[in-house]
């Protein structure tokens, strides 16, 4: 008998997968999909205060191993998403909301909303490429993380997992100041920044000319991530960045990962996706002689 099960803070979860945000979860209905293939979790689109339209179009790119996306984080506000998530709560679907604001008041009303709404836990989104705080993202900055997670723990009491980017020139850094203020966990990676030109036209391609990588080609920047922020602190890490089969989330555990997101690799390989990568990871554990995933969680690292 194989045990998948695994634990993030107060979470436990039946399995490691967790739907990432920004992927089929702007309604309720999908996200149900998605956890009835297989997930046992569910990310939330990124919700911000108010109704927000997103960059004009084209706003993804399915290239050679990655997609480039510059959605500008559409969605329809706070206020108009809580009937989705109480859709959710009430089936028991395990639901992680993720919000994103400019400030640290801004955070903090929208994480009490979701709080109040049900959610089991908060994804800060600190790492979208497009979101600017004084001309950069809000994740390149470890004060404004430690304001903005210490304001939020201040007045909720569920999980909090700030997300952060790979835009930054030391992960380490970043991750300690979250781990300082006390968050419960942290979800790595984001998209990294990216861009393709259409020769003919002679400019960027996207409607906001840059984007965020993902898939395949980003996996091997999530797992030295993970792995990096793994060897230097110790709190739950949630791996995401590229994964499409079993090997892949294997890889982020051994990297120090307790669960994965899996985002992208819905479009190649389906909704389904949860469930097959659960029996892939399975299978490889049962051939290599492991009963338990916390036998393989870190395993890589030194
Ligand atoms: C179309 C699209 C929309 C996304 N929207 C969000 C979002 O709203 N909030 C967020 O934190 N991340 C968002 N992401 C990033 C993913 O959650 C994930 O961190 C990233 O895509 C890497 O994982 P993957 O390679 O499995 O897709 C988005 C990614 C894609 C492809």
């Given at each position: 008998m194989i045990d998948l099960t695994t634990k993030i803070s107060t979470l436990t979860l039946k399995n490691p997968l967790i739907l990432a945000s920004g992927?089929?979860?702007?309604?309720a209905q999908t996200m149900q999909r998605i956890f009835f293939n297989g997930a046992a979790a569910v990310v939330t689109k990124s919700i911000g205060t108010k109704p927000r339209t997103g960059y004009?179009?084209?706003?993804l790119l399915d290239l050679d191993h990655c997609l480039i996306n510059a959605?500008?984080?559409?969605n329809p506000g706070i206020d108009n998403y809580l009937e989705e998530i109480a859709q959710l709560t009430t089936q028991n679907i395990p639901t992680i909301a993720s919000i994103y604001a400019d400030s640290p008041e801004e955070f903090t009303t929208l994480a009490i909303k979701m709080q109040t709404a049900g959610v089991q836990a908060i994804e800060l989104n600190?790492?979208?490429?497009?979101g600017q705080q004084y001309g950069l993202p809000l994740g390149c900055d470890p004060t404004l993380i430690q304001d903005i997670i210490t304001s939020v723990k201040h007045k909720t009491t569920i999980p909090i997992f700030p997300k952060l980017s790979?835009?930054?020139?030391d992960i380490i850094s970043i991750a300690t100041a979250a781990a300082d203020a006390k968050a419960d966990g942290i979800v790595a990676i984001n998209t990294i920044k990216a861009m393709k030109i259409d020769l003919d036209l002679c400019k960027p391609i996207l409607g906001n000319k840059i984007g965020g990588l993902s898939g395949q080609a980003l996996k091997p920047i999530g797992i030295r991530c993970v792995y990096e922020i793994a060897q230097h602190l110790n709190l739950p890490i949630i791996g995401v960045g590229g994964i499409t089969n079993g090997e892949d989330a294997l890889e982020y555990l051994m990297a120090g990962a307790t669960a994965v997101q899996i985002g992208s690799g819905i479009y190649t390989r389906g909704i389904d996706i949860f469930t097959k990568i659960e029996k892939e990871i399975t299978t490889w554990m049962k051939n290599h002689h492991y009963t338990n995933l916390n036998e393989i969680i870190g395993a890589a690292l030194p």
């Open positions: 992927i089929l979860d702007e309604d004009p179009n084209p706003t959605m500008g984080l559409p600190l790492s979208c490429p497009h790979p835009n930054v020139t």
